[in-house]
């Protein structure tokens, strides 16, 4: 596993915008996908996006396609997700994962991530 560290999380009034950050003191962060999932209370945890190795694709799921964008640098070992457009229903608790070990999980499923971030909690408001 690897340490994987969240940042940026908070409170916001609807139609406002955060910008998360994970990092991860490794040399070999180039070589991993990222994702980052949410938790509402009382919910699964569900993924929201993900980003292969290059950061050339993306993949995200409906509910933040055209509001949410997954980005990293892999200079910086850092991957983000800069959300905007912020609704009440986006509350939870957004993780950071790591695909670090080949698998055969979908690049949307929790199973396909073997390192993950304590978490971070983004409340927007009404």
């Known amino acids: 596993q690897v340490p994987l560290v969240e940042s940026g999380g908070g409170l916001v009034q609807a139609g406002g915008s955060l910008r998360l950050s994970c990092a991860a003191s490794?040399?070999?962060?180039?070589?991993?996908?990222m994702g980052w999932f949410r938790q509402a209370p009382g919910k699964e945890r569900e993924f929201v996006t993900a980003i292969w190795p290059s950061g050339v694709s993306t993949v995200s799921a409906d509910s933040v396609k055209g509001r949410f964008t997954i980005s990293r640098e892999n200079t910086k070992n850092t991957v983000y997700l800069q959300m905007n457009g912020l609704k009440p229903e986006d509350t939870a608790v957004y993780y950071c994962?790591?695909?670090?070990?080949?698998?055969?999980?979908?690049?949307?499923?929790?199973?396909?991530?073997?390192?993950w971030g304590q978490g971070t909690q983004v409340t927007v408001s009404s």
């Open positions: 490794v040399r070999t962060f180039n070589t991993y996908t």
């Open positions: 994962a790591a695909q670090t070990r080949n698998n055969a999980y979908s690049i949307t499923s929790r199973g396909r991530y073997d390192s």
